[in-house]
């Protein structure tokens, strides 16, 4: 047997586990790990400047392509609670990342030595495992079950904690005879699927509710098959957009208070039976106002997850299994109905969905300056194809980007679903551009997204990783603002003032364009409409010119509202600014304005 040491056989399984890219930042207590990272080689390390942001790009790496899982490593005590809300975000999305962490010697971990903590029981509540080893010998056991549990069921992040003198110590272990344990994902009976679709059967204007889940199972051709079969409109959630085009016939649009079209909703009040698959029916989805949701429809509800069944509300059926195997099954047995003749004709139905995505349309085109941020996405649609990995995370920008912009495939709409921490984009926008380095990657953040982890920026310029940056800046907490609106009150959230360095712009306060140029991007301010496109294709030239980051600043006007529920009803939308009510008003729409 060969004789290694335990940091050194955990680096042997990660590479045999598939692991090529690692982020974080070493110290002391992680030291003997990063010594086995540089000897055994195969696995490309990414200096952070944050751990935090180690922890984001891990989870941009995983969320870019199927069986990717994301790395992060950091030394004891405050590297792994920084890392906790990486682990929060991943958890809430169903994102399998490993963190990693030094510790304290064993011998002294509960003697209040420097930076122990007990950061294993700090992470349980937002991980699938978290451990701190104590024996050497059980580091490769360790880790093959953390590949096995994020991997498993529905997928989620885990935490290893390593004490120095565990990593140093030595323990036989042969790497060549390692084999990752296998994978278990429950999945649906013929009889579980045969059930479930005498209700899709019995309905006459049914949708499917496709969420995160589809595209976490790879399962996205599948259930375009499945719906192209029988002929049913689907509603994508915000974080299952792109399961299938946006122009797609039935592509019904997406649904809720926030993030979601005027024909979505429309479409969604008027079915009457809801399939949902790999869904949590996320209330930025359902509103509060459950009744409205409900309604009449009947429900399906297809998880991986046994616990997410009845969550929320009590489905009509519900079907524990993997996405994929469910729409295997599914498109099998709807393929036999079809070919008996027992599948009823959608087209009305399908017609009628397609005909509100025509008409009830938000208007995108406005010449204000400074800038509408509607304009700006307008112009995004024209600057960014198909082809575009689009990054973003929470606020009134990703708000209005779920709403204006157009997604076409799986994994291109790359956003934090669940947690919305601010800083978020940056380091998350890295570790997708490191994850697929030949795509167009843009990440979209308001002024104050950008500004919580912007040191990341230097990351990406020292290790030459580029993508576009476009940042929407009315120096305000623009979405808490809104929020406030209810409460009549405005405090607390104008970050507007004077630069005495940058008078030039006024009162929007912090200068993006010295600090992105300080950290080694390349950084363009727009604040006419008309310089958007251009602003937009200088900065694609420059990104591949020089590969680093190139940011896009927009100077928007301080104060907008974006569409949303005030009462958190799908029903009752607020519209703040004017409607398209002619085509010019809403040019890249997917369906021209019908009036």
């Avoid at 010594?35 to 180690?54: P, S």
């Avoid at 005027?262 to 359902?286: K, Q």
């Avoid at 603002?481 to 030039?504: K, M």
Wanted: aromatic fraction near 8%; include cysteine.
């Amino acid at each position: 047997m060969a004789r290694m040491t335990a940091a050194r056989a955990a680096v042997e399984i990660l590479k045999r586990e598939g692991v090529t890219d690692a982020f974080g930042v070493p110290g002391a207590a992680i030291n003997p790990f990063y010594k086995a990272l540089k000897e055994g080689g195969g696995i490309h390390h990414t200096l952070a400047r944050h751990v935090e942001g180690a922890s984001h790009m891990a989870e941009g790496y995983t969320r870019t392509s199927p069986g990717n899982i994301g790395v992060c490593i950091g030394t004891s005590g405050p590297a792994g609670t920084d890392m906790i809300t990486g682990l929060y975000s991943a958890i809430g999305d169903s994102i399998p990342i490993l963190c990693i962490t030094g510790q304290a010697p064993t011998s002294v971990i509960h003697k209040e030595d420097f930076q122990a903590v007990d950061i294993a029981s700090i992470a349980k509540p937002v991980t699938k495992m978290a451990v701190t080893v104590l024996e050497a010998a059980q580091v490769p056991g360790v880790f093959q079950q953390a590949f096995h549990l994020m991997r498993s069921g529905r997928p989620g992040p885990v935490l290893i904690d390593l004490p120095i003198d565990v990593q140093l110590t030595e323990i036989e272990f042969d790497p060549e005879t390692y084999e990752p344990l296998p994978v278990y994902k429950p999945a649906a009976t013929r009889a579980q699927i045969e059930k479930a679709i005498t209700f899709l059967l019995e309905s006459q204007r049914p949708v499917i509710v496709a969420g995160g889940g589809v595209i976490g199972a790879d399962a996205t051709d599948l259930l375009v098959e499945f719906a192209e079969l029988t002929q049913t409109p689907v509603i994508p959630t915000l974080m299952g957009w792109g399961t299938l085009p946006d122009d797609h016939e039935l592509n019904a649009g997406m649904v809720g208070v926030q993030t979601s079209h005027r024909y979505g909703n429309a479409n969604f009040l008027e079915s009457d039976f809801v399939l949902g698959i790999g869904n949590r029916w996320a209330n930025r989805h359902t509103g509060y106002k459950l009744d409205v949701y409900r309604g009449e429809r009947k429900f399906v509800h297809v998880d991986i997850e046994p616990t997410q069944i009845g969550k929320i509300f009590p489905p009509d059926y519900g079907v524990v299994s993997d996405a994929k195997a469910a729409l295997e099954l599914f498109v099998e047995v709807a393929k036999e109905l079809k070919a008996a003749g027992r599948l009823p004709d959608r087209g009305e139905w399908v017609a009628s969905t397609q005909e509100r995505k025509a008409t009830l349309l938000r208007r995108t085109h406005f010449d204000n300056v400074p800038l509408k941020p509607q304009r700006v996405y307008e112009e995004m649609n024209k600057a960014f194809g198909p082809e575009t990995r689009y990054v973003t995370t929470i606020g009134l920008s990703q708000i209005a980007g779920a709403q204006m912009l157009h997604v076409y495939r799986p994994r291109h709409w790359i956003n934090c679903g669940q947690a919305g921490p601010l800083g978020w984009t940056i380091p998350a926008a890295i570790g997708v551009a490191k994850a697929d380095p030949d795509a167009q990657v843009v990440a979209l953040s308001g002024d104050y997204d950008f500004q919580f982890l912007i040191e990341e920026l230097a990351v990406a310029a020292q290790h030459r990783i580029p993508y576009v940056h476009v940042l929407v800046n009315n120096s305000y907490l623009g979405l808490i603002r809104q929020a406030q609106i209810g409460l009549d009150i405005n405090f607390q959230v104008n970050l507007e003032f004077e630069n005495i360095n940058s008078p030039e712009i006024g009162v929007y306060g912090v200068d993006h364009v010295k600090v992105a140029e300080g950290l080694g991007c390349k950084a363009i301010r727009v604040t006419e409409p008309e310089q958007l496109g251009a602003a937009f294709e200088q900065a694609k030239k420059l990104a591949a010119e020089y590969r680093v980051p190139v940011v896009v600043e927009a100077i928007l006007e301080r104060i907008t509202n974006i569409s949303m529920s005030r009462t958190m009803d799908i029903s009752d939308i607020s519209e703040f600014e004017d409607l398209a009510s002619e085509p010019g008003h809403a040019p890249t729409s997917i369906k021209p304005l019908k009036v």
